[in-house]
T-cell receptor, first 113, second 114 residues
Framework: EPEVTQTPSHQVTQMGQEVILRCVPISNHLYFYWYRQILGQKVEFLVS????????KSEIFDDQFSVERPDGSNFTLKIRSTKLEDSAMYFCASSDRNTGELFFGEGSRLTVL | AQSVTQLGSHVSVSEGALVLLRCNYSSSVPPYLFWYVQYPNQGLQLLLKYTTGATLVKGINGFEAEFKKSETSFHLTKPSAHMSDAAEYFC????????????FGTGTSLTVIP
């Protein structure tokens, strides 16, 4: 069964360092998303991406964040200068249409020290 | 704006008892509705969804949910809880006029007591 894959599963970084989280969405999907979940809290929307551009972003997704689809398969989230409060589980998701369900990856746990 | 409310951040039931997890949404037009489950240290897995048609939808693992427009609700139920149902459950909504966003509720942690 097709699935969304994310790497790394866990990354520990120092405050101020750049981090890139990688995702391989399901191959025929056209809509891509990043969500985050701070430990014990709700799942928060970060950004959606369609047709090679950001379609929506939340207030959380400030200038420190960027997304890219560098080739036909990967979808990346970059945090330029990490802060302690960026520590969270980051979920990538994809969808084949804008009314369908999202298919989530297993998540990448980011720990900022 | 869309919002989703899940009443009860923690629900405990005995094994074999009815599971009822509540979800209400606020929207002027009925959205698409979803329930996801998150097992410990895992990602989000779709349990079931309502888009159009029959208002009672059945999902995986014996769960079902009923869309009630008059009550703006989409409560999740299962007749008989299993130990393996212990997890975090998230209700989510999506509508064409909010673009591609999914709005998640705050989640309900289900504990099943042997």
């Amino acid at each position: 069964e097709p699935e969304v894959t994310q790497t790394p599963s866990h990354q520990v970084t120092q405050m101020g360092q750049e981090v890139i989280l990688r995702c391989v969405p399901i191959s025929n999907h056209l809509y891509f998303y990043w969500y985050r979940q701070i430990l014990g809290q709700k799942v928060e929307f970060l950004v959606s991406f369609y047709n090679n551009e950001i379609s929506e972003k939340s207030e959380i997704f400030d200038d420190q964040f960027s997304v890219e689809r560098p080739d036909g398969s990967n979808f990346t989230l970059k945090i330029r200068s990490t802060k302690l409060e960026d520590s969270a589980m980051y979920f990538c998701a994809s969808s084949d249409r804008n009314t369908g369900e999202l298919f989530f990856g297993e998540g990448s746990r980011l720990t900022v020290l | 704006a869309q919002s989703v409310t899940q009443l009860g951040s923690h629900v405990s039931v005995s094994e074999g008892a009815l599971v009822l997890l509540r979800c209400n949404y606020s929207s002027s037009v009925p959205p698409y509705l979803f329930w996801y489950v998150q097992y410990p240290n895992q990602g989000l897995q779709l349990l079931l969804k309502y888009t159009t048609g029959a208002t009672l939808v059945k999902g995986i693992n014996g769960f079902e949910a009923e869309f009630k427009k008059s009550e703006t609700s989409f409560h999740l139920t299962k007749p008989s809880a299993h130990m393996s149902d212990a997890a975090e459950y998230f209700c989510a909504v999506r509508h064409w006029n909010t673009g591609n966003q999914f709005y998640f509720g705050t989640g309900t942690s289900l504990t099943v007591i042997p």
